[in-house]
C-alpha cells in the first residue's frame, strides 16, 4: 500500500481488530490480502497465514468465481460494488461447500482521488436465503391450490345459472348443487396449509465406494460422530423400516444416468439415543461423465417434522371432505339421471343439452373426490393392491371402449399386443391407464389422433399413450409427477395436479417404471412398465 499511507493501513487495521464484522483489505492488480480480520478469516475457513497473499493462492477455490473480476472493477473505476445473496463455494477443510452472502467492496482512496485499494466487508446470509427459497416455494403452492379451487368454483357457478333457466324440475336439483357449492367453499380454507422450512444438512455421497460425508448437522440428524465418511449402510439403517427401501431405490434410481440425476424423497429418521423421529426431505443431483457414469452425488436435506405432522392433519382432513361429498355428489348424479330421462321423454332439448353439461361437471367432481380419496390412502398408507394375473393389452383395450366420450372427435389408434401378462391390481392399473388417456385428450386439439402401444422388452411389459398436442417444456418434465404440480400454460384447464402424481405412485406400488417423453408443439407419450410375468 506504500509508505506514505502506512498510518492509514495502521489505523484500518486496528479498526478492523475490533469489529465483529468480517472485514478484508486487497490491493493491487494481483488482488493481495493485505489485512483481514479474524471474522473474515473464519467465514473464509482459513487461518493468518493468507495475510499478504494474492486471493488466488489464498482462496483458489474462488478462481471460477466472479470475485476478482469485480474487484478489479472496482480498482480501475474506483466505483464500490455492493450485492446480496451471492452464491460462493468456499473450501471448509477438505470439503467444498456452497454459502450465500451480502458484501461490498468499497474503494478507498488517496488525497488525489486515485483507488488504492478495496475494502470488503461481507455477511453470511444462507440461512435467511434459503429459508426465504423455502417460504416462496410454499407460497407458489399455495398459490395453486387457490387457482384450481377459483376455477372449481367458476365451474360450479356456471351450472348454477344454467340450472336457473330451466324449468321447475330442474330448479329441484338446484338446490342441491347449491349445497355442494357452499361446502366446497368452506372447505377452501382448510386446503390452504403452508410449509415451513426446516434447518438444512448438507451431504455428499461417492458413487464409486457409496460412501458418504456431511456436515455437523447431518451427523447429528442420524446419530453418527463426526468423520470424514462414512457407509452409507450406517445412514441408511436410521431409516425407519416402511421407507427404507424406498430410500435405497431413490438412490439407486438417481445414480442412472436416465433418470437426469433427480433425487427427491421424503422419509423418517429414528435415532435410537433420541427417541425423536424426525422427518426428513433430502433433495439432490448425480454428476454423470462422459461414459454417463455417475461421479458426485450431493444435496440438502431439510427437516419437515412439522409440515409432515401438518401433511398428514391436511390428508385426514381431505379424507373426511372427500368422504362426505360422496353422498351429496351421489344423490346429484341419481337426480340428474332421473331428469334427463324425463326431458327425453318431454323431448327437451334445451333441458337435456343443459343435464348433459350437468352431468359432466358432476362426473368431474366424483374424479375428484375419488382423486382426494386415493392421496388421503395413499399416504396414510392404506391404499392396498389387490393382485391378479391379466392380460394387459386385454385392459388396455377394454379402458379405451369403456371411455370412449373422452375422446369425442380424435382417433385412437391401438397398436396389439396380446399376450403380455402382469401381476397387478387391474383396477389400480386401469385408473393409470384413463389418466394418460384423459390428459391425451385434454391437452391435444379435437381433430389429433392418440396412439395406444404396448410392448414386452427385456422382461417388462410397456404401456405407452402418445398424443399431438402442444408438448411439455423441459422444465416441466421433471417435475410432472410431483403431487398438485401444473405447468403454468395449464391454469385454464380444470385439475388439481394429482392425476400423474397417483399414476406414479400406483406404479411405484407394483415396482414398476413410469416416465414421460415430450417436445413443446409436437405431442407427449406418457409410458409405464410393469414386471411380465412368463409361464
Same mark, same amino acid.
Given at each position: ?71 478489479? %472493477? ?26 450465500? !452472502? ?30 426465504? /427459497?423455502? /417460504? ?18 367458476? %365451474?360450479?357457478? $356456471? ?31 382448510? $386446503? ?36 470424514? %465418511? ?26 442412472? +444416468? ?43 436435506? $431439510? ?31 341419481? +337426480? ?18 343443459? /343435464? ?13 373426490? &375419488?382423486? !382426494? ?19 394387459? !393389452?386385454? $385392459? ?18 391401438? &397398436?396389439?399386443?396380446? *399376450? ?15 389418466? !394418460?388417456?384423459? &390428459? ?18 427385456? *422382461?417388462? @411389459? ?38 400423474? +402424481? /397417483? ?25 409405464? @412398465? ?6
Amino acid at each position: 500500500m506504500g509508505e506514505s499511507k502506512l498510518y492509514n493501513k495502521t489505523h484500518v487495521l486496528e479498526i478492523m481488530a475490533l469489529s465483529d464484522v468480517p472485514m478484508a483489505v486487497y490491493s493491487t492488480e494481483e488482488m493481495i490480502i493485505e489485512a483481514a480480520n479474524d471474522a473474515m478469516i473464519k467465514l473464509w475457513g482459513k487461518d493468518s497465514s493468507v495475510i499478504g497473499k494474492s486471493i488466488d493462492k489464498a482462496l483458489p477455490e474462488l478462481g471460477d468465481q466472479p470475485f476478482k473480476d469485480i474487484y478489479l %472493477q472496482v480498482l480501475r473505476s474506483g466505483e464500490s460494488y455492493t450485492a446480496t445473496n451471492m452464491a460462493t463455494e468456499l473450501m471448509m477443510g477438505d470439503q467444498l461447500q456452497l454459502f450465500y !452472502f451480502d458484501f461490498t467492496y468499497k474503494a478507498v482512496k488517496d488525497g488525489l482521488g486515485k483507488t488504492y485499494c478495496v475494502l470488503n466487508t461481507a455477511s453470511d446470509v444462507t440461512h435467511r436465503y434459503l429459508n426465504e /427459497l423455502a /417460504l416462496k416455494a410454499s407460497e407458489i403452492r399455495e398459490q395453486q391450490l387457490n387457482e384450481e379451487l377459483n376455477v372449481i368454483n367458476q %365451474q360450479l357457478a $356456471l351450472t348454477v345459472q344454467e340450472l336457473s333457466t330451466a324449468n321447475s324440475e330442474l330448479r329441484r336439483s338446484k338446490s342441491e348443487i347449491e349445497k355442494l357449492y357452499k361446502i366446497l367453499q368452506e372447505s377452501e380454507a382448510q $386446503l390452504k396449509f403452508a410449509i415451513d422450512a426446516g434447518r438444512l444438512a448438507t451431504w455428499d455421497l461417492n458413487p464409486t465406494t457409496m460412501e458418504f460425508s456431511g456436515n455437523e448437522r447431518l451427523y447429528r440428524w442420524f446419530g453418527l460422530s463426526p468423520a470424514d %465418511q462414512f457407509p452409507l449402510k450406517r445412514a441408511t439403517e436410521v431409516i425407519i423400516e416402511k421407507d427404507r427401501a424406498r430410500v435405497l431405490a431413490a438412490i439407486e434410481r438417481a445414480l442412472q +444416468y436416465e433418470s437426469g440425476g433427480r433425487y427427491d424423497v421424503i422419509y423418517t429418521i429414528a435415532v435410537p439415543e433420541s427417541n425423536k423421529l424426525r422427518t426428513a426431505h433430502a433433495k439432490g443431483r448425480a454428476v454423470f461423465d462422459e461414459h454417463k457414469r455417475a461421479i458426485r452425488f450431493s444435496g440438502i436435506l $431439510l427437516d419437515i417434522s412439522e409440515q409432515a405432522e401438518e401433511e398428514m392433519r391436511k390428508n385426514d382432513f381431505i379424507g373426511i371432505v372427500s368422504h362426505e361429498l360422496k353422498t351429496p355428489m351421489t344423490s346429484i348424479k341419481g +337426480y340428474l339421471q332421473i331428469l334427463e330421462r324425463e326431458a327425453r321423454k318431454a323431448e327437451n332439448h334445451f333441458a337435456t343439452r343443459i /343435464l348433459t353439461n350437468t352431468d359432466k361437471v358432476v362426473n368431474k367432481l366424483v374424479a375428484m373426490i &375419488n382423486s !382426494f380419496l386415493d392421496v388421503s390412502r395413499l399416504e396414510a398408507g392404506k391404499l392396498h393392491l389387490n393382485k391378479e394375473v391379466f392380460d394387459v !393389452f386385454d $385392459l388396455v383395450r377394454e379402458t379405451t371402449e369403456d371411455n370412449l366420450l373422452l375422446f369425442t372427435g380424435r382417433q385412437i389408434h391401438l &397398436n396389439e399386443c396380446g *399376450g403380455v401378462k402382469v401381476f397387478a391390481d387391474k383396477d389400480k392399473i386401469r385408473n393409470v391407464i384413463i389418466n !394418460f388417456l384423459s &390428459n391425451a385428450a385434454k391437452y391435444s386439439p379435437a381433430d389429433t389422433s392418440i396412439d395406444v402401444s404396448c410392448e414386452e422388452q427385456d *422382461g417388462w @411389459a410397456r404401456i405407452i399413450v402418445s398424443d399431438q398436442g402442444k408438448g411439455i417444456e423441459a422444465k416441466d418434465l421433471g417435475r410432472i409427477f410431483e403431487r398438485y404440480y401444473r405447468v403454468d400454460e395449464d391454469k385454464a384447464v380444470s385439475g388439481f395436479g394429482i392425476g400423474l +402424481y /397417483l399414476s406414479a405412485e400406483i406404479i411405484k406400488l407394483h415396482e414398476g417404471k413410469i416416465g414421460v417423453k415430450s417436445e413443446p408443439k409436437k405431442g407427449s407419450s406418457f409410458w409405464f @412398465a410393469l414386471p411380465a410375468v412368463t409361464d
